[in-house]
């Protein structure tokens, strides 16, 4: 069962919003969905379905609330499949977050499946912010496939978190695709979190621009294992991949793992990678100006994640996601989003 | 010193005896003695690893150098025992050789933490942000500082000049009652460095005082000092007027490495 909730009530221009079952008797006459698409519908329960008709431009962000079950005897699965038709565009925020009464020694299992069809020219955000609780264990898999010309952007957010998989498959199946990948997460006390990436260039043309910043502390476990694999025939492909760690106490662990792995020749490519800890002269000089040592490194942490929250494309997303990131440096343990409603 | 009666009303700022400091094991400091007073402006000169950066460093209190003897007051309280930032907020200022790049946090969101965190230390409320813009404002013209630059992250691309006169703008941000810079004109062009030290004079009252750490005589040009001392292999060697300096710059490091062989 779906436990997914939208906050768009009626959408207009053709748009649909429905589990699938309903939704098959909304689309417009004519349209089918792409193969892909039924064939998760087939493998889930009943997937929710975002449809945005060709050249449907919604212009206001849509938000989702998953509320992940506390106390289920099997897991919770939850899927989602969302449709963009040829130049649709659209921006989907999905809010996670577990509810119901904590049950002593039992995990909150859940499972998110989230496909992603952009047909040609299309151009979707999708941001999925966690903000859950350390008695959940999820598994997150979003996966993006995407037309010539289309343009992506995924961003996975961890601000309070169990035991996390979150893994991003991404295919360019039509030339001239972009995709930016971005993935951030906050972990601390024994929170676990292990970030896959997959960007397959199948065709000419693509772009790819991945970051992923994780910040670790006391015995939080945490990996990015990120691969971009250039076909052959793939030609002219642009790949950029960014893992930067921050690594805090003799305690946390942060493994990172880059891969590339190129068939052709006429690519530009690159990855970088870098596990460290805040800098010694960076918190000494702020110390010096009279900032207390605590506030040097709560504004040094935020400063690390900047990058990240900058390239948010949403604005109120953008400014409540500084304010969040802010409160969980500081130690905010109260995992509860004010702007979801319960 | 007998043509410069000093009033009987000096007012003692930093007095610093027999300090001996060293970092990873290795002693850098080996004895410093030195008395500022209110109004003074002090030179510090001497070659490279005499230990110029290293007292400024320790004075400042970076955690990374080990005091292993002696004492430094600043108006008569124990410097070496406040937490940096209880050293910034008692009135000292360090003005860095090489200032540090904070990629992510804005020069207005890092100042605002800074003279907030002052007015805290001395059960004031935070500062109302009009008038924190204001202050902004008015202080960014002593050293000719672009709005542009204050809008951006620390020092982050800032050209060497252009970080310097932002060491510069944030003393005068902060209004230290004992300022030192440390090498403040290394790195600067001409007119760059007329900037820097006029700020620095523009600031200069006869309640505050300033140490200027400086391999050349140059700065001293624009930055008259009332003494000049010599620092060589961790001690002060030399101590005297402008003239010192003058000598020195004409007869170089030579001439103080044969005085103490």
Same mark, same amino acid.
């Given at each position: 069962?779906?436990?997914?909730?939208?906050?768009?009530?009626?959408?207009?221009?053709?748009?649909?919003?429905?589990?699938?079952?309903?939704?098959?008797?909304?689309?417009?006459?004519?349209?089918?969905?792409?193969?892909?698409?039924?064939?998760?519908?087939?493998?889930?329960?009943?997937?929710?379905?975002?449809?945005?008709?060709?050249?449907?431009? @919604?212009?206001?962000?849509?938000?989702?609330?998953?509320?992940?079950?506390?106390? =289920?005897?099997?897991?919770? @699965?939850?899927?989602?499949?969302?449709?963009?038709?040829?130049?649709?565009?659209?921006?989907?925020?999905?809010?996670?977050?577990?509810?119901?009464?904590?049950?002593?020694?039992?995990?909150?299992?859940?499972?998110?499946?989230?496909?992603?069809?952009?047909?040609?020219?299309?151009?979707?955000?999708?941001?999925?912010?966690?903000?859950?609780?350390?008695?959940?264990?999820?598994?997150?898999?979003?996966?993006?496939?995407?037309?010539?010309?289309?343009?992506?952007?995924?961003?996975?957010?961890?601000?309070?978190? *169990?035991?996390?998989?979150?893994?991003?498959?991404?295919?360019?199946?039509?030339?001239?695709?972009?995709?930016?990948?971005? *993935?951030?997460?906050?972990?601390? =006390?024994?929170?676990?979190?292990?970030?896959?990436?997959?960007?397959?260039?199948?065709?000419?043309?693509?772009?790819?621009?991945?970051?992923?910043?994780?910040?670790?502390?006391?015995?939080?476990?945490?990996?990015?294992?990120?691969?971009?694999?250039?076909?052959?025939?793939?030609?002219?492909?642009?790949?950029?991949?960014?893992?930067?760690?921050?690594?805090?106490?003799?305690?946390?662990?942060?493994?990172?793992?880059?891969?590339?792995?190129?068939?052709?020749?006429?690519?530009?490519?690159?990855?970088?990678?870098? @596990?460290?800890?805040?800098?010694?002269?960076?918190?000494?000089?702020?110390?010096?100006?009279?900032?207390?040592?605590?506030?040097?490194?709560?504004?040094?942490?935020?400063?690390?994640?900047?990058?990240?929250?900058?390239?948010?494309? @949403?604005?109120?997303?953008?400014?409540?996601?500084?304010?969040?990131?802010?409160?969980?440096?500081?130690?905010?343990?109260?995992?509860?989003?004010?702007?979801?409603?319960? | 010193?007998?043509?410069?009666?000093?009033?009987? &009303?000096?007012?003692?700022?930093?007095?610093?005896?027999?300090?001996?400091?060293?970092?990873?094991?290795?002693?850098?400091?080996?004895?410093?003695?030195?008395?500022?007073?209110?109004?003074?402006?002090?030179?510090?000169?001497?070659?490279?690893?005499?230990?110029?950066?290293?007292?400024?460093?320790?004075?400042?209190?970076?955690?990374?150098?080990?005091?292993?003897?002696?004492?430094?007051?600043?108006?008569?309280?124990?410097?070496?025992?406040?937490?940096?930032?209880?050293?910034?907020?008692?009135?000292?200022?360090?003005?860095?050789?090489?200032?540090?790049?904070?990629?992510?946090?804005?020069?207005?969101?890092?100042?605002?933490?800074?003279?907030?965190? /002052?007015?805290?230390?001395?059960? !004031?409320?935070?500062?109302?942000? &009009?008038?924190?813009?204001?202050?902004?404002?008015?202080?960014?013209?002593?050293? !000719?500082?672009?709005?542009?630059?204050?809008?951006?992250?620390?020092?982050?691309?800032?050209?060497?000049?252009? /970080?310097?006169?932002?060491?510069?703008?944030?003393?005068?941000?902060?209004?230290?009652?004992?300022?030192?810079?440390?090498?403040?004109?290394?790195?600067?062009?001409?007119?760059?460095?007329?900037?820097?030290?006029?700020?620095?004079?523009?600031?200069?009252?006869?309640?505050?005082?300033?140490?200027?750490?400086?391999?050349?005589?140059?700065?001293?040009?624009?930055?008259?000092?009332?003494?000049?001392?010599?620092?060589? /292999?961790?001690?002060?060697?030399?101590?005297?007027?402008?003239?010192?300096?003058?000598?020195?710059?004409?007869?170089?490091?030579?001439?103080? /490495? !044969?005085?103490?062989?």
């Amino acid at each position: 069962m779906s436990s997914l909730e939208g906050t768009v009530k009626r959408p207009e221009g053709g748009v649909v919003l429905a589990p699938m079952s309903q939704a098959m008797g909304m689309l417009p006459a004519g349209v089918s969905l792409p193969e892909g698409a039924l064939a998760t519908a087939a493998g889930n329960a009943d997937p929710l379905l975002l449809y945005v008709p060709a050249g449907v431009r @919604i212009p206001q962000p849509l938000q989702l609330v998953n509320k992940l079950q506390r106390g =289920r005897a099997d897991a919770d @699965i939850s899927a989602l499949t969302i449709v963009l038709g040829k130049d649709a565009s659209a921006k989907l925020l999905v809010c996670q977050h577990t509810v119901g009464d904590v049950v002593a020694d039992t995990k909150a299992v859940n499972d998110n499946k989230v496909e992603i069809f952009l047909a040609e020219g299309a151009s979707f955000d999708y941001y999925d912010l966690e903000e859950t609780s350390e008695d959940t264990v999820r598994h997150s898999l979003v996966s993006v496939h995407q037309q010539a010309g289309s343009k992506a952007l995924l961003d996975i957010l961890t601000l309070y978190n *169990g035991d996390t998989h979150n893994e991003c498959r991404c295919e360019f199946l039509g030339e001239g695709a972009e995709l930016k990948l971005y *993935g951030m997460a906050i972990c601390d =006390r024994q929170r676990r979190l292990r970030f896959d990436t997959h960007i397959d260039h199948l065709v000419p043309h693509c772009h790819s621009d991945e970051l992923y910043k994780i910040s670790a502390s006391d015995r939080a476990d945490c990996s990015f294992c990120g691969r971009i694999k250039v076909h052959e025939g793939a030609v002219g492909t642009e790949a950029y991949q960014s893992s930067r760690n921050l690594l805090d106490g003799t305690d946390a662990r942060i493994q990172a793992r880059p891969e590339l792995e190129i068939y052709n020749d006429d690519v530009k490519c690159n990855h970088g990678c870098a @596990i460290g800890q805040l800098d010694p002269m960076e918190v000494f000089y702020m110390r010096t100006r009279g900032i207390p040592e605590h506030q040097a490194r709560l504004l040094l942490r935020q400063a690390f994640m900047a990058d990240v929250i900058d390239a948010i494309t @949403i604005p109120a997303l953008n400014q409540r996601l500084r304010l969040l990131v802010e409160r969980r440096f500081a130690g905010d343990s109260d995992a509860a989003c004010g702007a979801c409603s319960h | 010193m007998g043509c410069c009666p000093i009033p009987d &009303t000096k007012t003692m700022m930093l007095k610093i005896q027999d300090l001996h400091a060293e970092i990873n094991g290795r002693e850098i400091l080996r004895g410093i003695d030195l008395e500022v007073n209110a109004g003074e402006v002090h030179a510090i000169m001497g070659p490279n690893g005499s230990g110029k950066s290293t007292l400024s460093m320790v004075l400042a209190g970076n955690p990374a150098y080990t005091v292993t003897g002696g004492s430094a007051t600043l108006d008569g309280k124990d410097l070496l025992a406040m937490e940096p930032e209880v050293r910034s907020h008692e009135g000292l200022f360090l003005g860095f050789q090489y200032p540090v790049e904070i990629p992510g946090v804005s020069m207005v969101n890092f100042m605002r933490a800074a003279i907030n965190a /002052k007015r805290e230390y001395f059960g !004031e409320p935070p500062m109302p942000s &009009t008038e924190f813009l204001k202050l902004m404002r008015d202080k960014r013209a002593v050293v !000719e500082l672009d709005n542009k630059l204050a809008s951006r992250s620390v020092n982050e691309g800032f050209s060497g000049g252009e /970080k310097k006169r932002n060491e510069i703008f944030q003393m005068a941000m902060l209004e230290p009652k004992l300022s030192i810079l440390d090498e403040t004109d290394s790195g600067l062009d001409i007119d760059a460095l007329r900037v820097v030290a006029n700020g620095v004079n523009k600031l200069k009252t006869p309640d505050n005082a300033t140490i200027v750490i400086t391999h050349y005589q140059r700065l001293l040009d624009y930055i008259r000092p009332d003494f000049v001392h010599i620092l060589y /292999k961790g001690k002060i060697v030399m101590t005297g007027g402008p003239e010192l300096a003058l000598e020195l710059e004409e007869r170089g490091y030579d001439w103080i /490495k !044969e005085q103490m062989s």
